[in-house]
């Protein structure tokens, strides 16, 4: 049975790897931190490193994601996402059709998808997205070639008319947070705000005290 992803997305920071930024330190420390701190939503976005170990760190993360009783979540790799038992995998615009990906998994397994703009929110709720990611909110360097930023204008539209969970992300800070979660956002994902902090722990208790306050 699918999760009531509604109920868990609600007043959550959606943490995301990125080995990239995380000053040298490897994926099984970045996500304890985030899960010692209270995280429930793990996704794992590693674009640049071998299969192999995309798997191996896929394993490790199923295993610690359980013990702490969170979501985990696989980007793009379809044979990631079964090998490995995830409860979910999110897709992008440019992957395989969400239609295609829902044969390939098991059912109680669910997806995400990024969209961009109402038009692709829209679609999604068509083709049956569990949950949407939002954005990017404001420039980000996180991704290569990242599209222009969609600004709060789309989370106040999605918050009003899409009727499914969605991840507010894309360029997101502890200095814009408050702006984000007043135009209607209550999950939130701060990608290089919290894989570059020097004390990801205390960050993400910063910024759970803004979660904390939109939800009173």
């Known amino acids: 049975m699918k999760p009531n992803l509604k109920n868990i997305f609600s007043g959550q920071i959606y943490g995301i790897t990125c080995?990239?930024?995380?000053?040298g330190r490897g994926n099984k420390y970045v996500v304890s931190e985030m899960l010692k701190a209270g995280i429930k939503i793990i996704q794992y976005r590693e674009k640049f490193r071998t299969k192999r170990i995309k798997y191996e760190e896929c394993c490790w993360l199923r295993k610690i994601t359980r013990e702490y009783n969170a979501l985990f979540i696989v980007n793009d790799d379809i044979d990631l996402a079964i090998l490995c038992k995830t409860d979910g995998i999110h897709i992008g615009q440019d992957d395989l059709p969400l239609k295609e990906v829902r044969k390939l998994i098991k059912p109680d397994q669910f997806i995400g998808l990024s969209t961009h703009n109402p038009e692709q929110a829209r679609e999604a709720?068509?083709?049956?997205?569990?949950?949407?990611?939002?954005?990017?909110?404001?420039?980000t360097q996180t991704k290569k070639n990242a599209i222009q930023a969609t600004e709060l204008e789309y989370i106040r539209y999605v918050s009003k008319n899409i009727d499914v969970p969605f991840v507010a992300i894309g360029g997101i800070k502890e200095h814009n947070i408050a702006e984000v979660l007043e135009?209607?956002?209550?999950?939130v994902s701060l990608v290089t705000e919290i894989t570059e902090a020097p004390n990801i722990q205390q960050k993400i208790k910063n910024i759970q005290k803004y979660l904390e306050i939109n939800d009173k």
């Open 125 to 139: 709720l068509r083709t049956g997205a569990d949950y949407i990611g939002v954005g990017p909110i404001y420039e």
């Open 183 to 187: 135009s209607g956002a209550s999950c």
């Open 19 to 23: 080995f990239e930024t995380s000053c």
